[in-house]
């Protein structure tokens, strides 16, 4: 019960002042434990004028398991899977390295950051995150491209 208590909180925080670039709601009104999130790609980088709508799921033991996030929207990214999943690599919601003390307000900052600089040595995608490193303006073209798309603004 505690855990619905906490929720409630976080969700209630981020609705009232959600950290730039991200808005926050309920996947269904009567299910506290899936959000759907729209992430706007940040300015400057490629994903600059599109929204993406990731989904945040929550177990049941949280905050002492970590939420799933993963993007509905597809996009280009070497910490994203490519594929319909959407399974977002991100070292803080490991389970050996999730801290219950984590806020999702925090998650959801580091997710958004990534879109800004992509971490390609925590890659789930080895072909993105080599373009990446070795021929940006192509990666840029191509995440610029799936953006225009699939991230309807």
């Known amino acids: 019960m505690g855990s619905q208590k906490r929720i409630a909180k976080e969700l209630a925080e981020l609705v009232e002042s959600p950290p730039a670039g991200i808005r926050v709601e309920l996947a269904d009104e009567s299910n ?5 999130v729209y992430m706007e790609g940040p300015e400057g980088s ?5 929204t993406f709508l990731v989904k945040l799921h929550l177990p049941i033991e949280y ?3 970590p939420p799933v996030v993963s993007f509905a929207t597809r996009i280009y990214h070497p910490n994203v ?3 319909d999943k959407g ?3 991100l070292g803080m919601l490991k389970s050996d390295e999730w801290k219950p003390s984590s806020r999702l307000s925090a998650v959801l900052q580091f997710a958004r950051q990534l879109l800004e600089e992509p971490m390609p040595d925590d890659a789930v995608e080895a ?3 080599e373009q990446y ?3 940006r ?3 840029e073209e191509i995440a610029r491209d799936w953006t225009r798309k699939y991230a309807k603004a």
């Open 63 to 65: 905050p002492f398991k």
């Open 32 to 36: 506290l434990y899936d959000w759907n």
């Open 46 to 50: 490629p994903f600059y004028k599109g």
């Open 137 to 139: 303006k192509r990666y």
């Open 133 to 135: 490193n070795n021929d």
């Open 87 to 89: 399974s977002m690599c």
């Open 127 to 129: 072909r993105i995150a």
């Open 81 to 83: 899977t490519n594929d």
